[in-house]
């Protein structure tokens, strides 16, 4: 999301046109790491320029995961005079990633693993959990790490079903997250497929040859 804007520089006075603006980005400390790739703001100077009592900024928004942060934006000009503005920032969930498919016997454990890098070139720390409305009938291992740097071999998930009961649709929403970026699955559980007994030709030859005399064959008895 890119867009441009201008701020109200209340009291500024008239000044140059090389009246220089400053600009500072402050952000929760929290929210700082994930920031630091994911927001760019910057004063527009392009020409036509803003009236001396405004300030014209230019922002760039692509954040890779879901958040709700708040910035302070700390403008300060050259010939005078500090203005500060907060700004808040939402990022919805983003659309799911993939679909996970694991098929389990009641009462029985079935897993199937996966590997994943960071999008980036650094390894970084991570957190993975099923969101509080999935099915309990799932887990994932490891639930915190390091997930290796993008290019490597990637970091090793297994992700576990136990069924309890049949007739219930298991589902449930697997988030790998860290501080910049997060990744989300579809899980589903299912039964294996019931298949019907197929009815197989008898292995017991009962026939009397047609070839061979009947009174022979009882005298043979």
Excluded at 133 to 160: C, I, K, W
Aim: with cysteine; hydrophobic share 40%.
């Amino acid at each position: 999301l890119t867009h441009t804007f201008t701020l109200p520089l209340a009291g500024a006075v008239e000044s140059t046109a090389s009246d220089r603006i400053d600009l500072e980005v402050l952000p929760q400390p929290q929210h700082k790491a994930m920031l630091a790739t994911a927001l760019h703001i910057a004063v527009d100077d392009a020409i036509p320029r803003p009236p001396h009592n405004m300030c014209r900024l230019r922002v760039a928004f692509e954040p890779l995961k879901a958040v709700r942060a708040r910035v302070q934006l700390r403008l300060t000009k050259a010939s005078g005079g500090r203005w500060l503005f907060d700004l808040e920032l939402v990022a919805t969930q983003a659309d799911i990633d993939d679909v996970i498919r694991i098929e389990g016997k009641l009462n029985a454990t079935s897993s199937v693993a996966f590997r994943m890098c960071n999008q980036f070139d650094q390894a970084a720390p991570f957190k993975a959990f099923f969101a509080l409305d999935s099915a309990p009938e799932f887990s994932v291992s490891p639930s915190a790490g390091t997930l290796q740097p993008y290019g490597s071999e990637g970091t090793n998930f297994v992700v576990s079903f136990a069924p309890k009961t049949y007739g219930k649709i298991y589902s449930g929403r697997l988030v790998v997250e860290t501080s910049e970026m997060q990744w989300t699955y579809m899980v589903q559980g299912e039964h294996p497929r019931y298949e019907a007994p197929k009815a197989t030709a008898s292995r017991v030859d009962s026939h009397i040859p047609t070839a061979e005399d009947p009174e022979v064959y009882k005298a043979s008895l």
